[in-house]
Structures are given as C-alpha cells and as structure tokens.
C-alpha cells in the first residue's frame, strides 16, 4: 500500500510569483485535502477535492486553488505570494468526502516566500 | 464556530512516566476525533481516530478517550519513552466544521532519558 506522498519537499518563492504544490493519495482513496500549517500552530483548512470536485473550502482567499486528477492524486496552486503564505503545506488522503474517514498525511511541502 | 484548545501546551517529563495530553472543542456536535502526532518540520501520523459513538480507543501504549457531552479528549501515554518525544495535535470532525477537520494547537512533548 503506497502512502501518501508530496512534491516537492521545499520550495522558495519571491513575492508576487505563482506556485504549484503537488499530492497523491493514498490507494484506494478518492479524497484530498489540503491544509496549511503556520509555525507553531495547528493546520488550517484549504480546501479538499471528492471525486474531482471541491467539496469544501476554508477561510482562504481565491489565489488559493486546487485541482484532483482522475487518478486523485491533486495539485494546490496559489497565485501572487505573499510573506504570509510562507508555511507548510499538508495533503491528506481519505475516503469518502468530508471528515467521514480517517485523514492519512503527507509529509509536507515548506514553501518559504521571500 | 469550533475551537479546539490543547493543554499545556509544553510538557517535559522523565523517561517511563505515565502521562495525560488534553483536548478540549467547543462543539459537542462532532463526528470524530483524530490524535496526530507530529515530529518537526515533518506530516502528521494519525494515531488515534474516535468515532462520536465511542468513548475510547487503544493502540500499544496508548489509550484515547472521548466525552462528548464535556466536549472534552484525552490521550494517555504510558511508560513513555525518548522515541515518543514529538507534538501531539487532536482534530475533530464535524461541530459546525465546514466539512473537514478542526485543529488544536498542539501539545510539544519531551520524554528525558
């Protein structure tokens, strides 16, 4: 059983750019969701994707946004960075949609915006 | 809205002590309850998953617990160990949660040789 996996590890961006965080599920699951976590605090909710479709979406602005694959695997793409975004970035797969399931982890993508 | 608050927030404790980590949500209304555990700079292992019709759940030395009416989660390690050093984050799903899972801030956890 393949668990769930993220790329790339670490990334470093400039203000203003765009950038694309990349997950695949765990087998057999058909539900990602992503989750940003700050330094010293608990992760917060992006968004999650069901069977291709948004299912969900937390207290984040539009430059946030996601995709999932046929194959479910899911990219998070966010638009003009800001300092603020520097954190890092967690997937998790489920199955089932919403909090149903038991959410397995990635081990993360540290995005750092400069 | 839910809020979930872990408590303390740091704890340090000597190599073979048993110990108590806390969570508390704000909305009994929850679905679940999941314990991570979390070492640094790394994902989230899932530990502990408590569905709202249970009220504990065991794996080796640990031992979760769920009262929902409390609104009120603990884990139980025992005979803790260096290797179980780590911050240890609990999440509810449900409780007015836009659908996906609630986290505390965590509890950072050193076990002393």
């Known amino acids: 059983e393949t668990g769930v996996t993220q790329s790339p590890t670490h990334l470093i961006k400039t203000r203003g750019q765009q950038v694309t965080l990349r997950c695949s599920s765990q087998s057999g699951h058909n539900t990602v969701s992503w989750y940003q976590q700050a330094l010293g605090q608990g992760p917060q909710f992006i968004f999650q994707?069901?069977?291709?479709?948004?299912?969900g979406r937390g207290n984040f602005p539009p430059r946030f946004s996601g995709l999932q694959f046929p194959n479910y695997s899911s990219e998070l793409n966010v638009n003009a960075l800001e300092l603020d975004d520097s954190a890092l970035y967690l997937c998790?797969?489920?199955?089932?949609?919403?909090?149903?399931?038991?959410?397995?982890f990635g081990p993360g993508t540290r995005l750092t915006v400069t | 809205k839910q809020e979930v608050t872990q408590i303390p927030a740091a704890l340090s404790v000597p190599e073979g002590e048993n110990l108590v980590l806390n969570c508390s949500f704000t909305d009994s209304a929850i679905y679940n309850l999941q314990w991570f555990r979390q070492d640094p700079g790394k994902g989230l292992t899932s530990l502990l998953l408590?569905?709202?019709?249970?009220r504990e759940q065991t794996s080796g030395r640990l031992n979760a617990s769920l009262d929902k009416s409390s609104g009120r989660s603990t884990l139980y390690i025992a005979a803790s160990q260096p290797g179980d050093s780590a911050t240890y984050l609990c999440a509810t799903g449900g409780g007015g949660s836009q659908g996906n899972l609630i986290f505390g801030k965590g509890t950072k956890l050193s076990v002393k040789p």
């Open positions: 994707y069901y069977r291709e479709e948004e299912n």
């Open positions: 408590i569905q709202s019709s249970q």
């Open positions: 998790a797969s489920s199955l089932g949609g919403g909090y149903f399931g038991e959410q397995y």
